[in-house]
């Protein structure tokens, strides 16, 4: 008799986005008095850039031709060369120096994340930031790493606190070295992100105990402050520690389109193996690439006019967040985030329990936002707010959260 993966039993069941769609849906049933704006929501909402809708024209043109047509992608790492070269210059433009073939193309940073798993024993002790993007800890918990869910946290997990009294940035643990580390910069769910003097102690940390740092830079596009890196490898010593996963979802709108990658430097080695090769072994039996249509809108949003086009759709979202934080702020809430990232990370008025005050906003202002309880025990007394919203929704859900204080 087949036997199902007992792990999955221990997991939470999803709690946090269902429970928010009941809630929303049990509300919106009594006939609210307003229109509901959804500002919980971790989606991009503007349309794709003309320069890379331009590509995808002209790419499936060319796949309903036969001379032109392309079936599977036979280059290196599942990928076009013309995509991982220009990922490559784009590494370089900031001085980051990465070969084409320690790039991976795939279908998105979510899948990267949780897939890398694969390439690592399961008796690897993981490290996450707390709050955290769930995906780190479900994945790990699928695979048997996370212990049990005791109702708060998994028993095996080694939790970070990022809190206001550190920046909302992990301080290196105490005791025995973590092997895997996930960070996330710019930060989601905080908005917050780190600085290289930040990054660097992790680095050396890392380095120093042969631990792997897996980076999350999905949201490097929206970083505006001098000072933050861009990538991980900008970071001196990086590269003997590091695996970077980036994606075009929020950088140029792709969450409908799919393609990310993922960086392993040839020099990264554990038990004497270059974690690259096993990578890309790991790829090339479980992965067949990205659609070429897809990978011509990548290349596309990397041209100069696609970086252009991008750039406007970030400045918007940036504007939102501003227009968020400088509203919520002068209310007296405490509103950190929304700088170099989408994400706000408002504390709740009077230690509110985060559930309490999302039910308060959804109820009294109409406004849908996410609480910070549902992304680990020291998200609780927080809301996060996103600016992926239309302008003037954005507007006038701001003004709503205000009246209901
Ligand atoms: C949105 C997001 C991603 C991107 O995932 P894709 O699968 O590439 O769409 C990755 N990491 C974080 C933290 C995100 O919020």
Redesign the pocket.
Known sequence: MARVNQNFKKLPGGYLFPEIGRRVRAFSAQNPPMPLIRLGI?DVTLPLAPAVVEAMVKASREMGVKETFRGYCEETCCAYDFLRFAIRDDYQARGVDIADDEIFVSD????D?GSIGDIFSVDNVVAVCDPV?PVYVDTNAMAGRAGDFDGERWTELVYLPCTAENGFFPELPLGKAPDLIYI?SPN?PTGAAATYEQLKVWVDYANAHGSVILF?S?YEAFIREEGVPHSIFEVEGAKTCAIE?R?F??SAGF?GNRC?YTVIPKVLERDGVSLRDLWNRRQGSKFNGVPYVIQRAAEAALSPQGKAQTKAAIDYYLKNAQVIRDGLSAAGLTVYGGVNAPYLWVKTPNNTPSWDFFDVLLKRACVVTTPGAGFGPSGEGYVRVTAFGDADATREAVQRMISVL
């Open positions: 971790g998105g940073a979510k899948s994340c993007y996330c989601n999350d999905a996963f994606s979802s929020k969450t990310a």
